[in-house]
């Protein structure tokens, strides 16, 4: 099953209120999944292109999918407030929107070292012609202390770890972010008495991804190690963890709408003082809160 596919049809309430749809479709657009690519993909490039192209397409596509969410996601902020369920919870919860925006410096960081990695490649070539035995000796070949391009290695295996380490923990940040402007929103979904919204464990991925991450090792391949953990987390994140949650939102702002479009005038109110859920007619229940209505029996 593709969890990036969102429901698509339009509740007659949302309608009703202009904030409310613009938040849904914003929910239900799909959201580029640049990036996500699976273990073998990710090892077969990463290798062939000498670690640069995947480091590459991720932060764009990262860049960009997490532009777009921000922006769905402040929308749902806004609704919930302009709603008014708790006014204390507002706050933290604006506040989490604005913690989901994109760090435009990791992404920077990460560009500029791998661009400090083909500076020096290009220096080092500058003078001699370029075959793919020289840059094969300068990379995957260059093992030994005394080779000339040992320390070309170096620079290349350093900057490449570091750079896919930080994209890991930019990755992790903003998946950590998430998990916060739900724990904040949850209140105000309570509010309305529905169960609050739940976020995917970050625990367990393909077996794929660690015996890459093995093997990379093995053979000396040091930066392969944080080029797979940074491949799962943002597939992970990109196929199932975001696309969840958006459905998830999606289904509670459904679940708010319908109570809001029952009529009150005829059927009354739930006798429980704290729900005040409008009766459905033939209903033994209140559908928010669960108090028995035995006038309805």
Request: hydrophobic fraction near 45%; aromatic fraction near 10%; charge should be positive.
């Amino acid at each position: 099953m593709n969890l990036s596919k969102l429901p698509t049809s339009v509740p007659a309430s949302f309608e009703r209120d202009p904030l409310a749809g613009v938040v849904r479709r914003r929910l239900e657009r799909r959201l580029p999944t640049l990036g996500a690519w699976g273990p073998v993909r990710t090892a077969f490039f990463g290798t062939l292109t000498f670690g640069l192209l995947p480091l590459i397409v991720w932060t764009t596509g990262f860049r960009r999918h997490v532009e777009q969410e921000t922006e769905a996601l402040g929308s749902l902020a806004e609704w919930a407030r302009a709603r008014g369920r708790r006014p204390a919870a507002v706050g933290p919860l604006m506040a989490s929107a604005e913690d989901l925006r994109f760090r435009p410096l990791a992404w920077l960081v990460c560009l500029l070292t791998l661009l400090f990695v083909i500076a020096a490649f290009a220096i080092r070539f500058a003078e001699t012609s370029l075959t793919w035995a020289a840059l094969l000796d300068c990379t995957y070949f260059s093992d030994t202390a005394t080779s000339p391009a040992h320390d070309l290695r170096l620079m290349w295996m350093a900057g490449l770890t570091f750079a896919y380490a930080l994209h890991w923990v930019h990755v992790r940040a903003h998946d950590a972010d998430l998990r916060r402007f739900i724990k904040r929103l949850n209140p105000l979904i309570t509010a309305e008495m529905l169960p609050p919204v739940g976020v995917p464990r970050r625990t367990g991925f393909c077996l794929l991804w660690i015996v890459g991450a093995v093997m990379m090792g093995l053979y000396g391949v040091w930066w392969g190690i944080p080029m797979m953990l940074a491949g799962a987390a943002q597939r992970r994140y990109m196929r199932y963890t975001g696309p969840t949650v958006r459905r998830e939102l999606i289904n509670r702002m459904r679940d708010i709408a319908d109570i809001s479009r029952v009529p009150t005038q005829n059927f009354g109110a739930c006798t429980n003082h704290r729900c005040l859920a409008p009766r459905r007619a033939n209903s033994t229940f209140c559908h928010r809160c669960g108090t028995p209505h035995p006038a309805f029996a």
